[in-house]
């Protein structure tokens, strides 16, 4: 730790290995994002076909609302595909 050198040497090391470290759990995560807005859009397509006979109107607003959140969604998954056609990316 006397010489910078050296001390700048293991700090860049260190940071490196934090590095690979979050790749492997963006791995993870990117993929449990897609999975969760997809499993979103399957249940809030099911609810509103469960209370479109009862309560056409509850129906026709919670498909407004979902609307705006599927396209943030669209603009997710796109970066999503981009992220997974990286060439470290594993998925696992």
Known sequence: WSKPGH????????KLCRAHEEITRLNVEVRRLRTSMHDEELRMSAV?????ISDPQLARELQH???SRAAINAVHRYRLDRIEKLPGFSGV
């Open 65 to 67: 609302q979902y609307r």
């Open 7 to 14: 001390r700048e040497a293991t700090t860049k090391f260190f």
């Open 48 to 52: 509103v076909q469960d209370i479109l």
